[in-house]
C-alpha cells in the first residue's frame, strides 16, 4: 500500500537502523516522506570502547553526530525528543504520549513503526513503544494511523504468533549496513554479534541472515 507519511518511534540512535532501515528505505525510494522520532541520545550506552574513546558527556555528541548522518543517508527527517537515556520508564506514560500525539497530528502519518512493549527486550524500547500507542489510542479513531509494532524478545514467535508484515530487505541491505555503520560508537557491539558466525561464514551473510528482515505486529485497537 503507498503510504502517505510514515513515523519512525524509537527510543535510540541506532535502533532505526537496526530495526526499520530497510523498510524505510523502500518507502524513501516510493517517495514516501519518512520520519524519526527518536527519543534519546544513547548517552548511558557501555560502549565507550577499551579504551574508552569517550565519557557520558562527549558520548552523547558522538553518538548525536551519528544519529545525523544515519538519518542522512537514510534519508528521513529527524527529530530528537531530548528524553534521558535509560530512564524513559520512569517517565510519565501520558506525558511522553502527550508530546508523541502533538507530532503525530502535526505530521498526519498513515503509518507508525515502534517496538511491541513487553516484547522489546529494553525498558526504553518497551516505554517508547507503550508511549507510541498510547498517543494513537488517544487520537480520533477516524484519524489515526496505523501502527506496527516491532518485537525482538527471544519468546515473541512462541508469545504472539508469526508477525503480520514480514519485509524482505535484502534489495536494500547494503544501504542499510553504510546506515548500521554511521553508528560507529556502536559498531564493536554489531560486529561482536556476528562473531560467532565468523568461522563458517562470512560477515557479510550472517549479518544478512540476520537483518535482512523486518517484522512487525499490526496493533489492534480495542477502542
Ligand atoms: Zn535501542
Known sequence: MMEKHVVVIYPHPDDESFGAAGTIINYREQGVPVTYLCGTLGEMGRNMGAPPFANRETLSKIRKKELVDACSELDVDLRMLGYRDKTLEFEDRRGVAELLKGILEEIRPSLVITHYPDYAVHPDHDAMGAA????????????????????????????????????????FFDKKMNAILCHKSQASGILGQFQENWATDDMKEAAKKQLGKEAFYIWHFRE
Do not use: C, F, Y
Not at 477516524?142 to 518485537?151: D, I, L, N, Y
Not at 508469545?159 to 519485509?167: A, F, K, M, Q, S
Open 132 to 171: 507510541a500507542i498510547e498517543a494513537v489510542r488517544m487520537m480520533d479513531p477516524k484519524s489515526r494511523p496505523t501502527v506496527w509494532a516491532q518485537a525482538i524478545s527471544n519468546d515473541h514467535l512462541e508469545e504472539l504468533g508469526r508477525p503480520d508484515i514480514v519485509n524482505d530487505v535484502r534489495p
